[in-house]
């Protein structure tokens, strides 16, 4: 059995976010600096519009509040931060009623809306499981052999307490912010149980929605917020249209005698004032031979809710454009969930509005799912069959 953990940079990430400048345009004056925050790095680029006096100043004041505004919310978002929202939430007993902030207020009130948008594909209620198959941050506890992976029975109770997250309820009264936790328990090991939830499926796009409006009003039209392998907010290229390139990695790039036999990006289009999210398989996973046919079976930190396992719907991964990058974050997932058949119904149904991409490998040929007219894209690893939703 083989175990296999991949954290990657913003560059070179996941099915996601290589930003390239268009059409061989140069731009004089460039700014970036990145982040450590809510366990990936971040980057913040901006472009100035020529030589603009007073850019360098008027940076560092930017990327100083876009640093003072994602540590704040990973202070409140944050699962694993003793004293944040959701943990304060995630104590609570049944039933009581939690003091939130406005932007966890926030955050909660978007993934209500995926959720039911979705029918349930996005749950952030999946606590218990993705804690039960090691995906807790570390790594170090992944299940290393089918005796070490959770019990049916085990699953099957925390797959009902996450059925109810329908019923949470977020009040707001005189300025301030409540989360009422659901009264539904179940009992496992002798532990009573009642609903835990992990905003990491939305965070980082809200954060990038918050980036980008901070962009906006300092006047920084030029360049983008790029969050992790998540998440990410596109201004304007100072030159050649004011387009910007963005590839998305290749979540099927093999590696054959010591080096890369694929592309690193399989598609790429235009992009300019947009936000984008994306969710793949191939970042955070592990190895294993779970029905003893002597074969791995590729188990990701993508989950679920129905199941109450790692996703293995055979989408790859799946990127959004368009709307807000909060949304976009958990549509990505909830696509990921469905599988290709009833994502692609959904796509059609409710986000005709935006670009949607994802790929498929179920043993037979890796296949690409987009919406985007073929002249809007360049397929770059030809061994993708492209498939119109």
Do not use: W
Request: with cysteine; hydrophobic share 35%; glycine share 10%.
């Amino acid at each position: 059995m083989t175990v296999k953990k991949l954290f990657v940079s913003t560059l070179a990430g996941l099915s996601l976010l290589t930003i390239i400048c268009g059409c061989g345009g140069e731009v004089k004056y460039r700014r970036r600096t990145y982040y450590d925050v809510m366990n990936s790095a971040a980057e913040l680029v901006a472009y100035a519009d020529g030589e603009e006096n007073g850019f360098d100043a008027r940076f560092e004041a930017l990327a100083e509040e876009v640093r003072e505004l994602i540590e704040n919310l990973d202070k409140k978002l944050s699962a694993t931060e003793k004293t944040s929202d959701v943990s304060r939430f995630n104590d609570a007993a049944a039933g009581e009623k939690v003091e939130i902030s406005a932007e966890t207020y926030e955050v909660l009130s978007i993934s209500e809306n995926v959720y039911r948008m979705t029918e349930g594909y996005y749950n952030p209620a999946v606590y218990y499981s993705l804690y039960a198959y090691g995906f807790n941050g570390s790594g170090e506890n992944f299940p290393r052999s089918r005796e070490e992976l959770p019990e049916d029975k085990e699953i099957t109770e925390y797959v009902s307490l996450s059925s109810h997250f329908g019923e949470l309820k977020l009040e707001e009264s005189e300025g301030k912010f409540y989360a009422v936790k659901p009264e539904f328990t179940v009992e496992v090991g002798g532990r009573v149980l009642s609903m835990k939830i992990d905003l990491g499926g939305v965070a980082k796009g809200y954060a990038a929605d918050r980036v980008s409006a901070v962009m906006d009003s300092r006047g920084f039209g030029f360049g983008y917020f790029s969050f992790g392998s998540s998440s990410i907010a596109v201004k304007k290229f100072p030159a050649d249209g004011n387009n910007l390139t963005m590839k998305l990695s290749n979540p099927r790039r093999r590696v054959e005698n010591g080096s890369f036999s694929d592309p690193q990006e399989y598609i790429s289009f235009p992009i300019m004032d947009d936000c984008l999210s994306t969710s793949g398989d191939n970042v955070n996973y592990f190895m294993l031979d779970t029905d003893g046919d002597g074969v791995d079976e590729r188990l990701c930190h993508v989950f679920d809710p129905f199941s109450g396992r790692p996703v293995q719907s055979g989408v790859a991964s799946a990127s959004v454009a368009g709307g807000s990058a909060a949304e976009n974050d958990a549509l990505t997932t909830a696509i990921m969930a469905m599988g290709a058949e009833k994502a692609q119904k959904f796509i059609k149904e409710k986000l005709s509005g935006r670009r949607v991409v994802f790929t498929l490998d179920r043993g037979d040929g890796l296949k690409l799912y987009t919406n985007i007219d073929a002249e809007g894209f360049t397929l770059t690893d030809t061994r993708y069959t492209v498939c119109e939703i």
